[in-house]
């Protein structure tokens, strides 16, 4: 049925029958129904519809044998001697795929012997009633199950977007659920003026870090519906530390104006957080602990929080922020969390660059040798280019300096041509400089670029460097009619000491 991809997806099987012992914990089941997965067809539903294996809530363990026939079982289950059954799964959210749990819990002698599990690559193309001509990737070949538990499988991560899962098990039989586990690929729109969920997994929501998640997956939280249970939000342990507090922080899917947070505590009665506060922050790291310069703000003050109970709270601010951080005080459960918003980008970033050529021509006198003379030529280039966005912090986004083989950290050139020589040697150094300043305007929309040169000027320095004497120093000359005492570089007098003065380096 339909074609195959020829090149199989390299595959490990899991020691451990618990998702959360595992990494599969960190991704989001994109098979699940809350997700909005559905079955497009299957081969055979005789004692069980193939839609049972997308049900969130996990299969009750019967440690009876003897009591459950064909038909009794909570999953999907073929008629026997079928030979390969199948069923299509169109996945809630596209996604990249990192593992799999093929549950077989009740399923003992009715459980297959081999599970294979294909993927469609996402694609307008694609339709329901053509699935015979789609091309599949196998992820999972024909691999051993083992019944009455969770068989977990990782796979070599790839950058394919899939849409479409195909399970076929051999020869026959059945399986309780299967959890399909990856990275949702949002469609979220980057600007418009609808809010949205954008803490939503299916909108490209993603938790990035929290302090406990013991009792509870968490990415829950982020998932649509409200769940069936404590189990489906996120739990944590109790805090037993003074002042300890939990916390998780959420990327959002774009960059938005926030207008409104809901928190959820719905199943949480007696393990329900006291209080909880929101912030947030710009930043362009995905988790903002890796931006130095990030800056929280408060966008929901710390306040009690009914258990049981949906709650929504406004936030009053214009500003745009990527990410979220709710804290519980001083520790509990929540079962959702969802930030209303507006996406919004900031400004194109505005680009200047400034170029700075240096040339240096310095002459090496003997003074016992007047006649003997060396002269030698130095040019240098130096670039140093920043990217500054109007609504972001007043501060530096980006920096980059380039110079001819080593960066530069200030923009602010001295004039550093002071030197120690020989005594017996005059230097006499000509530097002259030109510089340039240009400001790019840079436009997402196409591949225009606009290059403007607002100034350009040139600037000539001479500067000479003399040791005539214990009280000789290098200096800066100057008009005889305005300077009566030659002043350095640096605001020194030529009669200040030698061992005062502060040395620069060419």
Not at 64 to 74: H, I, K, M, R, S
Request: net charge negative.
């Amino acid at each position: 049925m339909g074609n195959s991809a020829s090149k199989n997806t390299d595959y490990s099987n899991l020691s451990s029958s618990r998702v959360e012992d595992t990494v599969l914990c960190e991704y989001v089941d994109l098979a699940a129904q809350s997700m909005g997965s559905t079955i497009v067809r299957a081969s055979d539903e005789f004692f069980g519809a193939a839609a049972n294996i997308l049900k969130p809530d996990a299969v009750k363990h019967n440690d009876d044998d003897d009591t459950v026939a064909d038909g009794e079982l909570d999953g999907w289950q073929t008629k026997r001697h079928s030979n390969r059954d199948w069923a299509i799964i169109r996945l809630g959210c596209e996604g990249t795929i990192t593992g799999f749990d093929i549950d077989t819990t009740n399923f003992r002698d009715s459980s297959p012997v081999q599970v294979k599990v294909e993927a469609a690559v996402a694609s307008e193309d694609l339709k329901d009633d053509d699935f015979d001509n789609w091309q599949w990737s196998t992820l999972l070949p024909d691999v051993a199950v083992k019944p009455d538990t969770h068989n977990l499988f990782l796979i070599r991560d790839t950058d394919e977007l899939y849409s479409h899962l195909r399970v076929t098990i051999i020869p026959d039989g059945g399986i309780a659920r299967l959890r399909c586990f990856g990275s949702v690929i949002p469609k979220a729109a980057e600007s418009g003026s609808e809010p949205l969920d954008l803490a939503f997994i299916g909108n490209g929501g993603h938790v990035v870090a929290c302090s406990d998640a013991r009792y509870g997956k968490r990415p829950n939280i982020l998932m649509s519906g409200i769940g069936n249970g404590p189990s489906d939000g996120w739990v944590t342990q109790r805090s037993r530390l003074k002042n300890r507090n939990d916390w998780i922080v959420v990327q959002l899917g774009t960059s938005a104006i926030l207008k409104e947070a809901v928190v959820d505590t719905t199943f949480f009665k007696g393990n329900a957080p006291e209080a909880i506060a929101i912030d947030g922050c710009y930043s362009m790291e995905s988790d903002p602990d890796l931006d130095v310069g990030v800056e929280w703000v408060q966008l929901v003050a710390k306040q009690r929080i009914n258990p049981n109970e949906r709650q929504a709270y406004a936030i009053p601010s214009n500003e745009i922020f990527t990410h979220v951080k709710l804290t519980v005080f001083p520790d509990g459960g929540v079962q959702r969390l969802r930030i209303i918003g507006t996406p919004k980008k900031l400004p194109n970033p505005t680009v200047t660059t400034e170029i700075i050529q240096t040339t240096e021509i310095i002459v090496t006198e003997d003074l016992e040798k007047p006649e003997v003379k060396e002269t030698a030529i130095v040019e240098k280039m130096e670039t140093i280019t920043t990217v500054e966005r109007a609504e972001s912090p007043s501060r530096l986004m980006v920096a980059e300096v380039a110079e001819e083989e080593e960066a530069i950290i200030s923009k602010t050139m001295e004039n550093p041509f002071t030197e120690d020589v020989s005594p017996k040697k005059k230097v006499t150094s000509s530097i002259n400089k030109k510089s340039a300043t240009a400001a790019k305007s840079v436009s997402k929309k196409g591949n225009k670029r606009e290059l403007v040169v607002e100034a350009a000027e040139e600037e000539v320095i001479s500067v000479t460097n003399k040791r005539r004497g214990p009280s000789a120093a290098s200096a800066r000359k100057a008009p005889a009619d305005t300077i009566e005492e030659p002043l350095l570089a640096n605001g020194e007098t030529a009669t200040t000491p030698p061992n005062k003065r502060v040395k620069r380096n060419l």
